[in-house]
Every structure is written in structure tokens, then in C-alpha cells.
């Protein structure tokens, strides 16, 4: 594995059988600093990470033979590639098969490449600082008090099956509550989180962020159970998390 | 069906003349006797001790009565005086008389006598079965409008003369009761056959209506009568063409939205290593103009078809969360303060996105929107206000067709793609739910999401 400080240009796989796409990632990514080579279907794949292990690949869902989720998982179960699923398809539900098969992100054609490269680029660190256990969204389901997290469709189901509906602000202070049940938080450390952890919302105060969220996961808003106020010292996660 | 009816009806008819026929002839001679004999025992409670069976005489009433020195109907006057006598069990040497009469045809009241009950030819043909090889079998007819004469010698001289009232239908036996129920049959018959022919143009008015508004055909029953059907038959045949035809389309578009967002990644990723920098601005403005068209068109296409299963939906969480996602991303949007949290089953990706269309929508053309929460009659209401012209009340229905837009010039500048409101709408009556528009007096436009609630909420 390269040193990204030796400044060694990081390699990129591209798998995808649509040449222009193919030709257009590598001239993209290759300007953007990285060492890029590409297969058009799984069979050429393979032999490019058998002949040089990349540093991570950009693989299409859809590919005529073998196809994208399938060529996944075997991936996964021999390296620890880390890999970006490239689709067509906007479904939920093949988000989520991809995440379950070992992705490490996903993004829709016609994404924006500057996204692109953010998230390369943010799976790369965390390849690099090798702390892929430690990311959250290797647990899709959390249970606390009444309820539970499907990190995946970013929603809480109640123990009555109603379905809860996320802000992105929301989400991202409840993975970071989550990570961290029962400590103290002050809200400078929360904002401090939010941007490590790639968020970038957090433009309203956190007290008012709380406010709002506790009006939809607490019995008494007024009251709270679940995020509970520390005085002068911030927030506290109160109720036990289980991971499913 | 309608066969069935007709022949079961028919059945019936039959079953009920018959048992009136056979109610009103019901050995009648035998009853006219049965009175004879409880109008004697009404005489002997003046004298002789016997009960009175007053059920009989209430259905042959006995007319007139009358004690005289002579008989009105002569002994001798009908072969059915044995049987008379034996069924008033009266001792061989009281001398008994019977007649029969008719009502004598076109003037009401007058009665003849009716000859086939008269005296018996030989003298020796008493009641009872007659031979096979009798002549000219007597007819025992005897029914609606005839009446009896009886005539008993009580005692040496003295003559009891009865004469019953004319057979009428009335009364606690048969009477009115199957003249009624085959009225109220006709009747009966009469409406079901109406119905049967009404019914299923109904049931075609209502079709057509939902194939009007999306495009969806639930095919009919090809039944009722023959032009009915007819009818049914061919409204199915357009239904199904006129379905397809639309899938097809819809299928087409999909098809191509889907297509186009390989060559639009493509021509994104060619853009970003443009060299000018207010060139690659443009493009990246143009292929993100095309990029929302794409999306929409896909939208559109396939709005309503997921086939995913409703769940219960916070509604409250719902609004919340997109007004604040959005208010995150610059949009003019806020959430009015509720403590209404209306439960709905739905599809909370679809319905975000209908609300989403109606927000941004606001917030284009009427600088800013105002979102209201709340539940009335039954239903969940989402209502989005802004502070724009509004619309021409003539256009209201309009603008929910894909791609109508109302105002080219203002339409270009503000980036409408004129589908934003053909999904919402789609998408709200997938739920069982109508969305709507309206001016409101204080200036701006009102449009409104209503859902069903979940039933046990």
C-alpha cells in the first residue's frame, strides 16, 4: 500500500462496462492526482487486482455477466479493497444491498464528480488510518429505549412500527450520540464531531438541533429520557444502545 | 344470471297461481259443508249444545239463514248430498239438500245454478270416485264466486235454509296475500332488471373516471343485457388498449431517463477538466438543467408503481425533516408550530417527495412557504402557503398535467420543468389521497395534501 506522504500517487481501479464512463473516470481521477487503470467486466477485474492490488475500486452495480454485487463479495471475502458501488439505480434498496455486501460507499450516475472525489477521498483516509471497524456504518440496526435505527434508510422505527423520519442534522447528531452512550458531551465537542465525522450541517445551534429532535423521539420533550441536559456541561445519551 | 332469474321467477309464479288455485278450490263443496255444519251448530247453541268452529265460518260465511216450512234446495238436487250428510253427520232419515251455484257472467249479483252438480243421474251415484267408464265425468270446479245452498229438514216440516256469501279472497287464507307477494315480485323483477342494466353502466362511469385520472383500468364484468354488454365489452377493450398504450409510454420514458444518466455522468466528468473556467460554469448550469429534467421525467414515469408496502408514517417527522433538510439548503421554508402528530400508511420516500414538489414549487414562484400541519375530518392535512400571484383560477385543474407551465418567460428564468406537480399528485392519490389548489384572499397560492389517517390512530 502506498504512503500517501511519499506522495506516490494512490491507484484507483475502475470497473465499469460502459467505455466513456471508463475513459472519463480515469481522465478525471488522473488529473485529480490519482494513478488510475480500469476493466470493463468482472473476469478483467479480477486479473487487475491479482497483477497489482489497487487502493481502492470504483465498481458499477450493473455489468452484463458477472455483476457488480457479486464480484463484491468475492472482493471482499479475499482483500480488503476498499470499494465504491457506481449505479444507475437509486433505489433503496440497492443502496442498501451494497453497503451489505461490504461496500464502503455509494454513489447514483450521474453523481457530481466533486462528490466523487470527496468520497474517494474519505474512504481512502479512513482505509489509510485503518479504522474501518470503527465506522458506524458497519452496523446498519441500533436499538435504544423504544426505538430503532436503520442507519441505512436513515429512519427510526418505534416499538408500534411507526416510522420516524430523520433531518440530516438529526441523523448525524444521533450517529454521534450513538457512538457515545452515556458520556457527557459538551456542545463544542459535538460540533467538533460533527465535522470529523463529514457533516456539515450543523449551522444552527446544537441546542436548538437537540430541541427539535427530541420532540420526535421523546415520551416528554419536556421532560427528556433519552438526550438528557447536563448542567453546564452539555449533553448525555442516557438510554442503553444495542447494536443488531 | 338474468336466465336464472327469469326462470326462478317464472317458478314462483307458477307455485303461487297454483296455490291459489288450489287454495280457493280446496274441496270447497266439502267445506261449503263444513259451514253448513257450523251454521247447524250455531243454531243449536240457541238449542241443540254443540261447538261453534268459527275459523270456518269467518272464510265460507254463511249469508242467510232462515227457518221455514220448505226446503230452498230440494233433496234430490245434487249427487253430493251423502256426502253432505256424512259430513254433518246426520242420520239417514233427515232429508238434506244442496245446491251449487255460479255467478252468472257480465252481471255481477246473479247467480245459476250450476248444472254439473246436479242430482245424480241414476239415483244411484253417490260421492265418491266415479267409474272409468262413466259418461261425461262431472266437473267438480268450484271456486271464486260461487256459493252453496243447504237445506235440512230439522224436524217434520221445519226446513233450515242456508245460503253462504260468494267465494271471495280475503281473509286470513289465501286472500289478498299472493296477489301482493306477486306484485311486490313484479315489482321486484321489474327494478332488479332495471338495476341489472344500470348497474354496470355505472360501474363504467365510475371506471372511466379513474381511467380519466390515472390512467388505470380495472377491467368490468361483461354482463346485463345484450346492448350492456356490448358496451362493457368494448369500454374494456379501450380500458386495456388505452392502459397499455400509457405503461408503454411511461416504460419509454423510464427507459430513456434511465439511459440518459450514463452519457450525463459521462458529460459531467468532461466538464470538470474543462480548461476555462466560465466555460465549464455553464455547462455544469446546463447538464445540471438536464440532469433535474432527467430525474423528473424518470419521477414521473415510474410515480406510484414501486409496489413497496405502506408502513405507518410520523407525519409530523416527515414535514419536519424535509422543511428542515431543505431550510439547510437555502430554500425560504418554514414549519408553523403544531401539536397535531397524525399517523398515515404510505411510502414516506414518495410522500416526501410530493411535498417536496409543492415547497419547492412555493418557494419558486411565491418567494416563500409556510407549512401548516394539522387533522380534520379524518385526514391529514399538509398545507403549503406562499407569497406569490398565484394562479389563474381557469388553469387550477391544468397545472397538474405533466408539463404544463403557465408562464414560459417567468418559467425559464425560475427553472420549472412543469412535472413537479403531475408527481405530487400522482404520488398523493397513490396514497389514497387528494392534493389540490387554491388563491388565497390575502394574496398567494394554498396548496393542500390530504391523506387518510391510519385507521387505528
Known sequence: MPDPATNAPEHILVIDDDRDIREDLRAYLTENGYRVSTAENAPAARRGIHSEEPDLILLDVMMPGEDGISLCRSIVRLTSIPIVFISARTDEIDRIVGLEVGADDYVCKPFNPRELLARVRSVLRRSNGNNREMTPEKTRYFEFDRWTLDTAKRCLTRDDGVIVSLSSGEFQLLMIFIARPQIVMSRERIVELSHAEGADVFDRSVDSQVSRFRKKIERDPKNPDIIQTVWGGGYVFAADVKKL | ?457
Not at chain 2, 315480485?185 to 355505472?202: T, Y
Not at chain 2, 409556510?370 to 398545507?383: D, N
Request: glycine content about 8%; hydrophobic content about 40%.
Open chain 2, 1 to 457: 344470471m338474468l336466465v336464472i332469474m327469469a326462470v326462478l321467477s317464472t317458478f314462483i309464479l307458477v307455485f303461487v297461481i297454483v296455490q291459489f288455485q288450489m287454495s280457493s278450490r280446496d274441496d270447497l263443496p266439502g267445506r261449503a259443508m263444513r259451514v253448513a255444519q257450523s251454521a247447524l251448530s250455531e243454531l243449536q247453541v240457541q238449542g241443540w249444545p254443540q261447538s261453534l268452529p268459527v275459523e270456518e265460518l269467518k272464510r265460507l260465511k254463511v249469508d242467510d239463514y232462515f227457518v221455514g216450512d220448505h226446503p230452498i234446495a230440494r233433496p234430490g238436487s245434487s249427487y253430493r248430498e251423502e256426502e253432505l250428510r256424512a259430513h254433518l253427520g246426520l242420520a239417514d232419515n233427515v232429508a238434506v239438500g244442496v245446491r251449487f251455484f255460479g255467478p252468472r257472467m257480465g252481471r255481477p249479483g246473479d247467480f245459476r245454478e250450476l248444472t254439473e252438480f246436479g242430482p245424480p243421474e241414476d239415483g244411484s251415484r253417490p260421492a265418491g270416485p266415479p267409474d272409468a267408464d262413466a259418461s261425461p265425468q262431472p266437473q267438480r270446479d268450484f271456486g271464486l264466486g260461487q256459493r252453496i245452498m243447504v237445506s235440512i229438514e230439522v224436524s217434520e216440516g221445519t226446513w233450515i235454509n242456508l245460503r253462504t256469501t260468494p267465494i271471495k279472497l280475503e281473509g286470513p287464507g289465501p286472500g289478498l296475500l299472493p296477489v301482493a307477494v306477486l306484485v311486490v315480485l313484479m315489482i321486484g323483477i321489474g327494478v332488479w332488471a332495471a338495476m341489472n342494466a344500470i348497474n354496470p353502466l355505472r360501474q363504467m362511469a365510475k371506471a372511466a373516471n379513474t381511467l380519466a385520472s390515472d390512467y388505470t383500468h380495472q377491467p368490468l364484468a361483461e354482463q346485463g343485457p345484450y346492448d350492456v354488454r356490448e358496451s362493457l365489452r368494448a369500454f374494456n377493450r379501450m380500458g386495456r388498449r388505452l392502459e397499455s398504450t400509457v405503461a408503454g409510454q411511461r416504460q419509454l420514458l423510464a427507459a430513456i431517463g434511465h439511459d440518459l444518466r450514463t452519457p450525463i455522468t459521462s458529460l459531467k466528468l468532461k466538464v470538470e477538466m474543462l480548461a476555462d473556467a466560465n466555460e465549464r460554469e455553464r455547462m455544469r448550469r446546463a447538464l445540471f438543467e438536464l440532469e433535474r429534467i432527467t430525474e423528473a421525467a424518470l419521477a414521473a414515469a415510474t410515480a406510484g408503481q414501486s409496489g413497496k408496502p405502506f408502513q405507518p408514517l410520523d407525519l409530523f417527522s416527515l414535514v419536519d425533516s424535509l422543511v428542515e433538510d431543505l431550510a439547510d439548503l437555502g430554500l425560504a421554508v418554514s414549519f408553523v408550530e403544531t401539536d397535531h402528530r397524525p399517523i398515515v400508511m404510505g411510502r414516506s420516500d414518495e410522500l416526501t417527495r410530493s411535498l417536496r414538489n409543492l415547497i419547492e414549487n412555493a418557494v419558486r414562484y411565491g418567494e416563500r412557504a409556510s407549512v401548516e400541519l394539522s387533522e380534520r375530518q379524518g385526514m391529514a392535512t399538509i398545507q403549503v402557503r406562499d407569497s406569490g400571484p398565484g394562479i389563474p383560477v381557469d388553469a387550477i385543474d391544468r397545472v397538474f398535467e405533466p408539463l404544463v407551465r403557465l408562464e414560459e418567460s417567468r418559467n425559464r428564468k425560475t427553472g420549472g420543468h412543469g412535472l413537479g406537480l403531475h408527481i405530487a399528485k400522482t404520488l398523493v392519490e397513490a396514497h389514497g389521497g387528494r392534493i389540490s389548489l387554491e388563491n388565497l384572499e390575502e394574496g398567494g397560492l394554498l396548496a393542500t395534501i390530504a391523506l387518510p389517517l391510519k385507521a387505528d390512530a
